[in-house]
């Protein structure tokens, strides 16, 4: 079961931290990604972390922004964002899978959305 929260309402330039809490599953065994799903659009891919070797990969609209980390002691995944923009302005969503892949279909388990509100 995966748990997300520390969404909320931000002005733009401003700042959140997102977590994603694990229980009954190990994050070491994977990789532990973040989508986005704005009104009327795909969810997207905006960061995963592969928790074998610690690569990370980002989406390139949040590259330099955001910061994608892990606390295995924790068994939590954390997105740093950083010089928000309204475009930003989403649900977002953590999820595990065998390894980091831009597609929603790769991931085994979802957690619930935390919504994100950058303000202009």
């Known amino acids: 079961q995966l748990q997300a929260f520390g969404g909320g309402l931000v002005q733009a330039g401003g700042s959140l931290r997102l977590s994603c809490a694990g229980s009954?599953?190990?994050?070491?065994?994977?990789?532990i990604a973040w989508f986005r799903q704005a009104p009327g659009k795909e969810r997207e891919e905006v960061s995963c972390i592969s928790s074998s070797d610690g690569d990370t990969d980002y989406l390139d609209s949040v590259k330099g922004r955001f910061t994608i980390s892990s606390d295995a002691a924790k068994n939590t995944v954390y997105l740093q964002m950083n010089s928000l923009k309204p475009e930003d302005t989403a649900v977002y969503y953590c999820?595990?899978?065998?390894?980091?892949?831009?597609?929603?279909?790769?991931?085994?388990?979802w957690g619930e959305g935390t919504q994100v509100t950058v303000s202009s």
């Open positions: 999820a595990t899978g065998g390894s980091c892949l831009t597609s929603p279909k790769g991931y085994d388990y």
């Open positions: 009954g599953l190990i994050f070491d065994d994977y990789a």
